[in-house]
Structures are given as structure tokens and as C-alpha cells.
């Protein structure tokens, strides 16, 4: 049988694929599995291929000569030159524990805001103002970004509770702040009472989002005027939650100056504390900063400091 020029070329591509596609298979499976399961032996969790990456790979190749091969060469090549390292969570998890945080059950907050949302979404306008009368009767103040969401509905009465109790207390919070403020101006030197509500109070309303972002940016600036007080007249009496709030809220405005300022006095008062890595790995994911934000998760991955889940699927996909 006389094959043409092109056939001839088409049969060897296919063949020199296939036998790289093999060979593949074989190295993974026979080679660098078992030497990777013994490297890692009494480890829960692993995540290097397995056999059945290898195998998928190998399916991957024999459908798609040549082009299968190169892909995985490239993505290959491309994580090694870009990250520079493979995957390892030795390091991360070594000393430390996965905090699973078991909270008591809130059971009005569980019973009302979450079906107030799914009502919205429906458009469900009786469970909706149901929903609604049950979060007026409870603690509104926790729940003001919930709330807002019925503004958007098309159900009037749902949007007329809504716009009323958003009214009302965001009206109370103004005066509440203004009040606060002002007891700042004329507490004495050694007094930080009022700092202390101010922040705490003020952190809880904003981190909502319920404001115009010409409002939100002020009430920002007048709570880290609050904690620039508190900071000046006695700073170990600031809480690390504060710390945490204070970074948060000018993150969200995009003051990352006086946000990385923040960051850097909550590591010096509390250097052992989870949050004050977060909020600088917040920080410097946010301005881009790579070289800031890598060296402040390795010097996390080398504490004692216990991470919780959230923070260990961060170190999971940047490690």
C-alpha cells in the first residue's frame, strides 16, 4: 500500500504522540506517584497527581495529537517560571491546626435576614414583608444591608418598610456618631471612653455598606479621627478588632496609605494575632503589591499563629 507525503508525516505524528502519551502514563503512575505517596506518607490530604490525572492527561493526549502534549508541557513550564516553586503545604501545616469556629446558633438572625434575602430574589411578596415585620421586631441594626436589599422590589409595601427603617436608624446613627464625636472634642486627655464606642459602634454600621459613597467616605474619616486619638492617648488600650476595622473601612474607600499605617501599628501591638497578617495580605492583593504580599504570607506560614479555614485556602492557592 503506497501511502502519499502527507499521510506518511500524519501516521509518524500520530505514533511519536501516542508513544509519548505512554510514556507519560507510565512514568506518572509506575514513578512519580508512589515516590510522592512515600514523601508524603500519614498525610491526610494530598494534593499531587495522582493516578487518575495522569491517566485523564493521557486520554487528553491520544484525542488531541500533538496539541494535548504541548498544553500540558506549557502550563508546565509556565507554574514553574511564574511561581518558581511546587505546591507544598508541609510548611503550612506544620504546627498549626484547622479552627473550625463553632458559633451559637443565632436563631432570629438564621430565621429572618436569610429569608428576607431569598424573598427578594424571588420576588416572594408575602414571605417578603413576613419576613420583614420579623426582622423589625428583632435586632435592626445588625441587619441594615439585608434591609436594603427590598429597596430594589418591586413590592411597595416591602420597600416602604424597608425605606422607613433605613431611614429611621441610619438617622439615629448620624446623630449617635455626631454625639459621639463631639464627646471626643471635650473628654479629657487621659479619657477614651468615647473613642473606644465610637469605632466599635461606628465599624458595625459601615462595614453594612448602607451609605452613599460620599457619606460612607466621611464617617470613615471622623472614625479614624476617633481612632487616631484613641492611638495618640493610650494605643494598648485598642482592641485588635478596632485595629481591624479601622484598616478594613479605608481598604474599602481606597485610602491604602493610612490603611497600610493601620496595618503596620496592629502588627506592632498585636504581632501574634491572625488578623493583623490579613489585613495586610488585604492590602497588598488589593494595590498589587507581589513582593509585599508573598513575603507577609511566608512570614504567616512560619508562625505559631493558628489559621483558620479561610486564611489556609488563601496559602493554598498562592503557595
Given at each position: 500500500?503506497?501511502?502519499s507525503?502527507?499521510?506518511?508525516?500524519?501516521?509518524?505524528?500520530?505514533?511519536?504522540?501516542?508513544?509519548?502519551?505512554?510514556?507519560?502514563?507510565?512514568?506518572?503512575?509506575?514513578?512519580?506517584?508512589?515516590?510522592?505517596?512515600?514523601?508524603?506518607?500519614?498525610?491526610?490530604?494530598?494534593?499531587?497527581?495522582?493516578?487518575?490525572?495522569?491517566?485523564?492527561?493521557?486520554?487528553?493526549?491520544?484525542?488531541?495529537?500533538?496539541?494535548?502534549?504541548?498544553?500540558?508541557?506549557?502550563?508546565?513550564?509556565?507554574?514553574?517560571?511564574?511561581?518558581?516553586?511546587?505546591?507544598?503545604?508541609?510548611?503550612?501545616?506544620?504546627?498549626?491546626?484547622?479552627?473550625?469556629?463553632?458559633?451559637?446558633?443565632?436563631?432570629?438572625?438564621?430565621?429572618?435576614?436569610?429569608?428576607?434575602?431569598?424573598?427578594?430574589?424571588?420576588?416572594?411578596?408575602?414571605?417578603?414583608r413576613?419576613?420583614?415585620?420579623?426582622?423589625?421586631?428583632?435586632?435592626?441594626?445588625d441587619?441594615?444591608?439585608?434591609?436594603?436589599?427590598?429597596?430594589?422590589?418591586?413590592?411597595?409595601?416591602?420597600?416602604?418598610?424597608?425605606?422607613?427603617?433605613?431611614?429611621?436608624?441610619?438617622s439615629?446613627?448620624?446623630?449617635?456618631?455626631?454625639?459621639?464625636?463631639?464627646?471626643?472634642?471635650?473628654?479629657?486627655?487621659?479619657?477614651?471612653?468615647?473613642?473606644?464606642?465610637?469605632?466599635?459602634?461606628?465599624?458595625?454600621?459601615?462595614?453594612?455598606?448602607?451609605?452613599?459613597?460620599?457619606?460612607?467616605?466621611?464617617?470613615?474619616?471622623?472614625?479614624?479621627?476617633?481612632?487616631?486619638?484613641?492611638?495618640?492617648?493610650?494605643?494598648?488600650?485598642?482592641t485588635?478588632?478596632?485595629?481591624?476595622?479601622?484598616?478594613?473601612?479605608?481598604?474599602?474607600?481606597?485610602?491604602?496609605?493610612?490603611?497600610?499605617?493601620?496595618?503596620?501599628?496592629?502588627?506592632?501591638?498585636?504581632?501574634?494575632?491572625?488578623?493583623?497578617?490579613t489585613?495586610?495580605?488585604?492590602?497588598?492583593?488589593?494595590?498589587?503589591?507581589?513582593?509585599?504580599?508573598?513575603?507577609?504570607?511566608?512570614?504567616?506560614?512560619?508562625?505559631?499563629?493558628?489559621?483558620?479555614?479561610?486564611?489556609?485556602e488563601?496559602?493554598?492557592?498562592?503557595?
Amino acid at each position: 500500500m503506497n501511502l502519499s507525503r502527507h499521510e506518511y508525516i500524519f501516521l509518524m505524528v500520530v505514533l511519536v504522540n501516542t508513544i509519548v502519551a505512554v510514556l507519560y502514563l507510565l512514568i506518572g503512575i509506575l514513578i512519580m506517584v508512589p515516590i510522592r505517596n512515600r514523601k508524603r506518607e500519614g498525610e491526610i490530604e494530598r494534593l499531587h497527581d495522582n493516578r487518575r490525572t495522569y491517566l485523564l492527561r493521557f486520554i487528553v493526549m491520544l484525542l488531541c495529537p500533538v496539541v494535548g502534549p504541548l498544553f500540558f508541557f506549557m502550563v508546565h513550564l509556565f507554574y514553574l517560571t511564574i511561581f518558581r516553586f511546587q505546591v507544598e503545604l508541609d510548611d503550612v501545616m506544620f504546627s498549626k491546626e484547622r479552627v473550625r469556629t463553632q458559633l451559637k446558633a443565632d436563631e432570629d438572625r438564621e430565621m429572618n435576614v436569610m429569608p428576607l434575602e431569598e424573598a427578594v430574589a424571588v420576588s416572594d411578596y408575602k414571605s417578603l414583608r413576613t419576613a420583614m415585620l420579623n426582622v423589625l421586631k428583632g435586632e435592626i441594626r445588625d441587619s441594615l444591608s439585608a434591609i436594603s436589599l427590598a429597596l430594589e422590589t418591586r413590592d411597595s409595601e416591602s420597600s416602604h418598610y424597608a425605606a422607613s427603617v433605613l431611614s429611621h436608624e441610619l438617622s439615629d446613627f448620624r446623630m449617635e456618631v455626631q454625639k459621639l464625636y463631639l464627646g471626643i472634642r471635650e473628654e479629657e486627655e487621659d479619657q477614651t471612653e468615647y473613642e473606644d464606642m465610637m469605632i466599635s459602634y461606628t465599624d458595625n454600621v459601615l462595614k453594612q455598606k448602607v451609605f452613599t459613597e460620599l457619606e460612607q467616605n466621611r464617617f470613615v474619616k471622623m472614625m479614624v479621627e476617633a481612632a487616631e486619638s484613641f492611638y495618640a492617648k493610650d494605643p494598648a488600650k485598642m482592641t485588635c478588632q478596632q485595629y481591624e476595622g479601622v484598616c478594613l473601612r479605608l481598604l474599602e474607600i481606597r485610602d491604602y496609605e493610612n490603611s497600610g499605617k493601620w496595618c503596620i501599628r496592629q502588627a506592632m501591638q498585636y504581632p501574634n494575632e491572625l488578623s493583623s497578617y490579613t489585613c495586610k495580605l488585604k492590602l497588598y492583593f488589593t494595590t498589587r503589591d507581589r513582593e509585599a504580599f508573598f513575603e507577609t504570607l511566608e512570614a504567616l506560614k512560619k508562625s505559631d499563629i493558628v489559621i483558620d479555614n479561610e486564611t489556609l485556602e488563601l496559602i493554598r492557592i498562592f503557595s
